[in-house]
C-alpha cells in the first residue's frame, strides 16, 4: 500500500470525491517554514488541494494520503515551504511525495537537489511538475525527480512518456463534476501530476527509472493521429 504526500492547500475530508477514511493526520507549513499540526490548519479553503488529492484517490483508492499544506491565500507558497514540506514528507517516510508545482528561481535548486537525492536514496520519488510557462521548475526538472508536463489530447488517467523522454505527460482535468464542463473545473499541470502520482501508486512502481520505463511501454500513442 503506498503511501502518497500531497503537498498543496490541504484538503476537505467531507467532499463527497476524498475518501476521509484514507486519509492521515496531516500538517500545515508557513511561508517561515513554522510546522502547524492542528487539523484546522490543514483545511482546504480553495478546493485546490482537494481536488489534487480526489484525483490521486480515484485512480489510487487504497493509498494513505498525508495532506501537508503550503497554499493558503492562492497558489502561491514560499520556497522554504515547498522544501519542509518535501523534508516532513521524507520523514514521515511517505513513497509518493506529489507536488503540483515548483519554482522557477534558480537560486532555489541546489536545495532542492539535496532533497531529491534524500529522497531516492530513502526509495521515494517526488512528482512534480516538470516546467512553468516554459521555464524549467524545480524540483521537477531535477534528474532524481519524475517531472510531468501537459498533453491535453491524453485521456484521464493514462499517462504517456514524452517524445523527448524527459518527462510523462498526462491530461490536466481532475476528477470530473456531474454536470459541470471541463475547462469550468480547476484544470492544469497541477492535475497532470496527481494522475501521474495517482497511476503509480495504484501499480505499486518504485523509482524514477521504474516509471519511465513502465510509460515508455505503454502503447497508446502520445497524441491523437501519433505513429
Not at 488541494?49 to 494520503?65: D, K, N, S
Request: hydrophobic share 45%; glycine share 10%.
Amino acid at each position: 500500500m503506498a503511501k502518497v504526500a500531497v503537498i498543496d492547500s490541504g484538503v476537505h475530508p467531507t467532499h463527497p470525491h476524498i475518501m476521509a477514511e484514507r486519509l492521515l493526520p496531516g500538517i500545515s507549513v508557513l511561508a517561515n517554514g513554522t510546522v502547524l499540526t492542528d487539523p484546522r490548519e490543514t483545511l482546504d479553503k480553495f478546493g485546490h488541494g482537494t481536488a489534487v488529492t480526489a484525483a490521486i484517490q480515484e485512480l489510487a483508492p487504497q493509498a494513505e494520503v498525508l495532506p501537508i499544506r503550503v497554499f493558503r491565500d492562492g497558489l502561491r507558497a514560499s520556497a522554504r515551504a515547498l522544501a519542509t514540506g518535501i523534508r516532513e514528507a521524507l520523514e514521515a517516510e511517505c513513497d509518493l511525495i506529489n507536488l503540483s508545482l515548483g519554482t522557477t528561481n534558480p537560486q532555489h535548486a541546489e536545495v532542492f537537489a539535496l532533497l531529491a537525492e534524500e529522497a531516492a536514496e530513502r526509495g521515494a520519488l517526488i512528482v512534480a511538475a516538470f516546467e512553468a510557462e516554459g521555464q524549467p521548475c524545480w524540483p521537477g526538472s531535477l534528474p532524481e525527480v519524475l517531472g510531468v508536463g501537459l498533453d491535453w489530447d491524453l485521456p484521464r488517467g493514462e499517462p504517456r512518456l514524452s517524445p523527448d523522454h524527459r518527462m510523462v505527460m498526462a491530461s490536466g482535468y481532475p476528477r470530473p463534476i456531474p454536470g459541470v464542463e471541463p475547462r469550468r473545473n480547476l484544470y492544469g499541470v497541477s492535475f497532470a501530476v496527481a494522475q501521474v502520482t495517482g497511476w503509480i501508486a495504484a501499480r505499486g512502481l518504485s523509482g524514477r527509472d521504474a516509471v519511465m520505463a513502465a510509460c515508455a511501454e505503454l502503447r497508446t500513442p502520445l497524441r491523437a493521429g501519433a505513429d
